[in-house]
């Protein structure tokens, strides 16, 4: 389940086309030793290599999620932040992870991140978005919440902790609160917001860890791909070591685990 | 774990049991009293038998004391106090108490499997708060023992005497901690007796204290019911009386000790108010609110029994609390995923049985999670109460179990003259993000204890006792020495 809902994820200055494919390979083979695992949820490159990733995935059920709005810091006007993401939905992206203006919300400028949010999802058409709230920028709990209702009613299909640039990232407190937003907002209006923690989920017991927490404060229902995801790029080898573990009975060189 | 090969993986997941293992400890099949550092047959050749809550299975026989065992051990007491015990430095009584503390910590594991155990209180609380709390009330006042006049400034600090400690079973070894220790701190010797259905971590504590060295008769532990308790209270060679327990013993002691040279210090019922205001953090106040009831199975002197939440909040607040309510486990105590364990004694389940029947013929709404509980030993399912006042029975007396009656207010004198409109007077919580009422409201509740925005917080350093019938004289902290100084 862990496997199936990770965006597999490279966002570097130094991402190339080949890296990229190489990366959409692995998504669709985590471990071909292992028959019968699932693809991971996606794979979360920048808007540039997002032409690449749907040649490179074909049919696949992968799906393509593209950063945008001049991630990671989007500090950059309304329009380019648009056109960036029109960019990547055109060219094929099924979802939008789009950072919020952490100047203009810690400034207060509380109906200027709203009308980002949604001037954005506007721009997303079909694709789904997740909004990166970047927690460690917000710093305090109370930021973190805020952003959450902000973001959810501005029309975030998906909020998401983190850049994965910034520490600290995904920690527990920090996904709780989140959550917790999120099912404030589900009790009132019925609506399901979906959750991704990114930043620092890089072993199994971290990823059981952020289930439970899921599971215990949202229930079954969030428990798939569609509406929770680990932003993650080193978590898929250590649940694959895991599993060949409880395969084998024993624990494998990590050499034995491809790198892409 | 096998190949998983489709989309929608089972979610049904539970926690598979995992209990605390009781392999490593030692019980012994009968146990005496512990007098002048011996283990001695009781006169009366009685025994009565202490058994395990949750499965309602004997765990050990232990010594029934009568008015002549009681007799020995103030004796003993006295010879202690008189030979050794008020001879010594403040130092040196420092020593033993450091050196009973650091044994309590090495047997720490053992101390909170047989806590749970003999009360049924869950394996997380005595791992987590019991055993280290008492741990740390012994190396606090261990570290008063030579700065006594420190602590009573211009006058000569010196010891009462021989002290007797009466003690309940809500907290057994932790009781036991915050009797003894602030008593041998201050230069006296004790006679202990602990509650009759949770006497085996005293016993416990008497071997430390035996293989600790501390001089013979300096703690004396004897078992029984509650004539060996008012054997203690009656006995004329006794310089103080502490007792924590229920109000209508506390009154029986008061009339007792009256006319009599006898010190007292009486730590009893409570019905405390937890306040919680439209501003309040309410998730976090929801937490406050299941650890102000349900922690220990809710017997707690102390616990924030009648919830006020502000009307204006209040849907949301019953609401939330409902929801986690209903993720509470109830179940095996020694079960380390287990939030609320077996009420102590059939009696107490039955009292508390009565009043929900009582909430229920006062027309109060109720409700309980729907958990299953085990079908042997005494369990209670948490409950709460909605739909009621100050006028109904069930917010006026003491239940004693996981049983939460929530009332609703509108403005903040309104919930100041409610919250103090009680008999009781222990502690009170007040959940808001505004600083300055929760200063007016500190001022204003007549309670021993306030708590803002956390609830049943304890440590060795803060005093703790009661206003009005919930009892007089403090433990803990500074002022917990005075209780035993002249």
Redesign the interface.
Known sequence: ?VL?MIDLTTLEGKDTPGKVQQMCYKAQHLHDS?????PVAAVCVYPTMVAVARKALGNSSVKIASVSTAFPSGQSTREIKIADTKFAVDHGADEIDMVISRGKFLEGEYSFVFDEIAAIKEACGKARLKVILETGELCTLDHVRMASDIAIHAGADFIKTSTGKIQPAATMQVTYTML?AIKDYY?QTGIMIGMKPAGGISTAKLALHNL?MV??VLG?QW??NEWFRFGASSLANDVLMQ?MK?ESGLYQSADYFSID | ?A???T???S???NYAASPESTAHIRLEKKYQLFINNEWVTPSSKKYFPTINPATEDVLAEIAWANDADVDKAVKAARKAYTDVWSKISGAERGKYIYRIARMMQERAREFAVIETLDSGKPIRESRDVDVPLACNHFFYYAGWADKLEYAVPHKKPEALGVAGQIIPWNFPLLMAAWKIAPALAAGNTVVLKPAETTSLTALKLAEIIKDSGLPAGVVNIVTGYGDTGAAIVNHPDIDKIAFTGSTNVGKMIQRAVAGTHKKTTLELGGKSANIIFDDAPI?QAVEGIINGIFFNQGHVCCAGSRLFVQENVADLVI?KLKTRME?LYVGDPLDKNTDIGAINSKKQLETINHYISIGKAEGAEIFQSDCSIPSKGFFCKPTLFTGVSQSHVITQEEIFGPVLTIQTFRTIDEVIQKANNTPYGLAAGVWTDKGSRIFNLTTKLRAGVVWANTYNKFDPVSPFGGYKESGFGREGGMHGLSAYLK
């Open positions: 389940m199936n292992l028959p019968g695992l699932p917790m009790d439970v599971k215990e079954n428990l798939t599993l409880t | 774990m190949k998983k090969n989309a929608t993986p979610t049904e997941w998730d609401r993720s």
